[in-house]
Every structure is written in C-alpha cells, then in structure tokens.
C-alpha cells in the first residue's frame, strides 16, 4: 500500500485522474476506501475482500468516478 497520510487527491492528480475538491467531499466512505485500495495497486477481487462486497461493485465505483473525473477536466 502507499505511505500512510498520502492523501486519494494526491494519487489520483499521480495516476492523471483529477477530482475536484467538491467531488472529493461528495464521495462516500466507501467510494473513498475502494479509490484508495486501487490506487494502492490491490485487484478488484481484493479490494472487494477487504471492503467485504465483491469485485464488481468495486469497478462500478471505480467507473463512476472515472467518469466524475473526466467531467471535472472538462469544465
């Protein structure tokens, strides 16, 4: 995982995704954790493990805010 305190803006502005800060806010606890697990490099089944829902779920969260991010460059 990454270092403790590395904040999911941060890696997502690394990983060439930017969330605004009013996104950042709207995301749930959940949305906010299975961000974190991927960006740490975790595997949809294993992030869903960790999360206890299944791997699916994780990339229907990863989608939506895939797509939040890219609506968010473009204004």
Same mark, same amino acid.
């Given at each position: 995982? &990454?270092? =403790?305190?590395? *904040?999911? &803006?941060? *890696? ?6 930017? #969330?605004?800060? =009013?996104?950042? &806010? ?6 906010? +954790? $299975? $961000? !974190?697990?991927? #960006?740490?490099?975790?595997?949809? +089944?294993?992030? %869903?493990?960790?999360?206890? #829902?299944? %791997? !699916?779920?994780?990339? +229907? #969260? !990863?989608?939506?805010? @895939? *797509? @939040?991010?890219? @609506?968010?460059? &473009?204004?």
């Amino acid at each position: 995982m &990454k270092a =403790p305190g590395q *904040s999911l &803006k941060h *890696s997502c502005a690394r990983a060439g995704a930017m #969330i605004s800060h =009013p996104d950042l &806010k709207a995301l749930t606890q959940r949305q906010r +954790q $299975a $961000a !974190e697990l991927r #960006i740490a490099g975790l595997s949809l +089944q294993a992030a %869903g493990k960790r999360l206890e #829902i299944n %791997g !699916e779920r994780v990339r +229907q #969260i !990863e989608a939506r805010l @895939r *797509s @939040r991010a890219k @609506r968010a460059l &473009k204004e």
